[in-house]
């Protein structure tokens, strides 16, 4: 599909989906008559710059139902994230959500070559987040076999993916991480398995961590990206270049916006990205702000795809540090401690207020096999990373050198912060 | 000529050097001699041991960041002055020395010495008829 074909088939459903809330969803309707704005002045995508913005607090002020343009006769499933401060978000679903969101997922397994040989392990959590049973739908309607592993037993997880010679792994890159350290405690090395591709997504990951999978599990591994207020996994996906995660952008419309002022940033410049869901009927949200920070590609990709395409998230425009005033992204940390091959992929950001000065102090931890036993060698390594985080981050940071297996592991989104300062 | 000694990194918070010996004494391990290098955030233990393989194998096991290095270790008399007369010939051959400690028995006094260049280090000892031990005669 060329461009100019895409953006026409956009433009006439914005103006289909714009019709749709300004009659079923109050909040929507309210909005657009405020600002004077009716369904008959939406005709292109272009004309997309003139809705207004939905936040994640919007869909808390409006808990549970209150922005679902379905009743809930048309509903079949619900979901909802975490909610780790006020109301948790709930999305409601409709028959033809689903069909799209299974269809969505589909591709993204598609374009990572699974074929209906492949066996996939979801080792997402089943429940009310939606990377269970999103990649699990997913994996079913492309044909392929799923095993509905899910979270918290790694070991039972290690022996299936053995024993049923399971060829695809769906989960965070973080708990790939961990299952390939797991591996060693069971005896197992990579040879044991017979996995080819990885699904990998719900947080953001790094090249380096790429790399440090792919050679851990014997794998390819591939973004996969996703939000539940859109649908679930299956908003983008990377193909076999790795070059950016082509959006689904016939269903999930992306825009890149400047987060202070909200102005729309051409492609190419990084700043937040929003999202309209143009064929939702369930709970359909006009420029959704993600807080996820990217940038966006429009050439064609040399895979042949003409979808826009994503690059890595680099951060939440929610989840940046400011410290001493700059901003800070964990995932910075992250690339420098993985390119240092004599620390484990995990660390721990602390984050304190010692009279007005801010402090960041960044745990590592050693690998089993020590380094050196000796103490200036040591002393040098943690200045090294010191020196490094210097250099990346603008701002010094204390590093603090952990024996192994000492900074907690988690199963689903991994914690790498722990910020004393909003505690005062 | 040389001995095995195994380093772990601990950090400093208490009870740690503890879990070591702990771990030891459950694999029958005994511990012939050890030290404590320190930081003000984390410390090196060093130790000598009576089975390298098994308690290297053990201590990372128990999740600790455990090494393997070569170190000299000799026998001197147990008198004033021993020791100062070997460092005398290390000194002279510009044997420069990482770290060493002690320990002494009776008429006997141990030191276990890791020097930058081992190699040369033994050479200078044996020149100068210094009773080197091995894991046998240790």
Not at chain 1, 174 to 193: H, I, P, Q, V
Not at chain 1, 259 to 264: D, L
Not at chain 2, 109 to 127: G, H, K
């Amino acid at each position: 599909m060329s461009r100019e074909e895409m953006r026409e088939l956009q433009g006439k459903r914005l103006h289909k989906l714009v019709d749709l809330v300004y009659h079923n969803t109050p909040f929507y309707r309210n909005k657009l008559q405020e600002m004077d704005i009716t369904p008959d002045d939406i005709q292109t995508i272009d004309d997309i710059v003139k809705l207004p913005f939905t936040t994640k607090q919007d869909l808390r002020d409006n808990y549970p139902y209150g922005l679902q343009a379905a009743s809930l006769q048309e509903i079949v499933r619900v979901h909802a994230s975490s909610g780790t401060t006020g109301n948790p978000t709930v999305v409601g679903y409709t028959r033809r959500d689903l069909e799209i969101w299974k269809e969505a997922t589909a591709r993204c397994l598609a374009a990572y070559g699974v074929s209906r040989d492949d066996v996939f392990s979801v080792g997402y959590g089943y429940g009310l987040f939606t990377g269970g049973l999103g990649l699990h739908y997913g994996v079913e309607h492309l044909g392929a076999t799923v095993i509905p592993t899910s979270t918290g037993n790694t070991e039972k997880h290690l022996h299936l993916l053995r024993d049923l010679k399971v060829t695809g792994l769906a989960c965070t890159p973080s708990y790939a991480l961990y299952l390939a350290e797991a591996m060693d405690k069971y005896g197992l090395t990579k040879e044991d398995l017979h996995l080819k591709i990885g699904a990998f997504g719900a947080e953001p990951w790094t090249e380096n961590m790429r790399k440090e999978i792919e050679d851990k599990l014997g794998l390819q591994a591939y973004n996969i990206y996703g939000l539940s207020e859109i649908s679930g996994p299956g908003v983008s996906y990377e193909c076999s270049c790795k070059c950016g995660s082509h959006i689904c952008e016939d269903h999930f419309y992306p825009e890149i916006i400047d987060p202070e002022t909200g102005r729309v940033l051409p492609y190419g410049e990084t700043g937040e990205l929003v999202f309209t869901t143009l064929t939702k009927t369930g709970m359909p949200l006009l420029r959704y702000r993600t807080k996820d920070l990217t940038s966006l590609i429009a050439d064609p990709c040399a895979c042949g795809r003409t979808n826009v395409r994503m690059t890595r998230i680099i951060g939440r425009s929610d989840d940046m540090l400011i410290i001493r005033g700059i901003n800070v992204f964990p995932s910075q940390v992250e690339s420098v401690i993985l390119e240092m091959k004599e620390f484990e992929p995990q660390y721990m950001l602390i984050v304190d207020r010692q009279g007005n000065l801010d402090t960041l102090e960044v745990q590592v931890e050693l690998r089993k096999e020590l380094y050196s036993d000796e103490m200036g060698t040591l002393l040098g390594l943690k200045k090294k990373l010191a020196d490094r985080l210097k250099s990346v981050l603008s701002i010094s940071a204390n590093v603090k050198l952990m024996e192994p297996n000492s900074i907690p592991r988690s199963e689903g989104k991994s914690k790498h912060v722990i910020d004393y300062r909003k505690l005062k | 000529m040389t001995i095995k000694q195994i380093s772990v990194f601990l950090e400093n918070k208490s009870g740690r050097i503890n879990d070591v010996t702990k771990a030891l004494a459950k694999a029958g391990i005994n511990m012939h001699a050890f030290s404590m290098a320190e930081t003000t955030d984390f410390g090196i233990l060093r130790l000598i041991v009576s089975d390298v393989e098994r308690a290297i194998v053990v201590l990372r096991e128990a999740n600790f960041s455990v090494v393997q290095t070569d170190v000299i270790c000799i026998s001197c008399p147990n008198v004033a002055g021993s020791l100062s007369v070997i460092l005398e010939h290390l000194a002279d051959k510009n044997i420069f020395i990482e770290y060493m400690y002690a320990f002494a028995q009776g008429d006997q006094a141990n030191v276990v010495i890791r020097p930058t260049d081992l190699q040369r280090c033994l050479e200078v000892l044996q020149e100068n008829k210094c009773n080197v031990l091995t894991n046998r005669t240790l």
